[in-house]
């Protein structure tokens, strides 16, 4: 398995993450609210909200329908609902959002798909965009 935790430059909020405590694996589906302080990774299905004080990484097979609220959150999946990152968002090419999104930076890779509004909420801040060269977010072999 790639090792997705190091060797970072640092513009990826992955750089910084040292571990993942939960993981929701593809076969899984949760009904109800996901709260906790610690990364997460989710690659299943989820209907209900999140608060996580945290990173949270839906995988590109992870469908989340509900609001999602988090310290940086990284969108490979699908989500129908709002999204708020109080530190980061970022959304990879195979991201599809229907929702408003809030967070005072917004990473976009090219191939992303958003149908909603967006609110930074830094003054300064904006959306950025990018063309995916690494891997993306991990998959389920966490």
Do not use: Y
Request: aromatic fraction near 4%; include cysteine.
């Amino acid at each position: 398995m790639q090792s997705f935790f190091t060797g970072g430059k640092g513009r990826r909020a992955l750089d910084n993450v040292k571990q993942f405590t939960t993981l929701i694996g593809g076969g899984t589906r949760v009904t109800g609210t996901l709260r906790g302080s610690e990364n997460c990774i989710v690659n299943g299905t989820v209907e209900g909200d999140c608060e996580i004080d945290g990173m949270l990484v839906l995988g590109e097979p992870g469908r989340w329908h509900g609001n999602i609220t988090a310290s940086m959150a990284i969108i490979s999946g699908e989500v129908v609902g709002d999204i708020m990152a109080s530190e980061k968002l970022e959304l990879s090419a195979s991201a599809r959002i229907t929702g408003n999104i809030i967070s005072p930076v917004v990473a976009m890779a090219e191939g992303a798909i958003h149908q909603g509004g967006i609110r930074m909420t830094r003054e300064g801040s904006g959306v950025s965009s990018f063309q995916e060269k690494r891997k993306g977010p991990p998959d389920s072999e966490a």
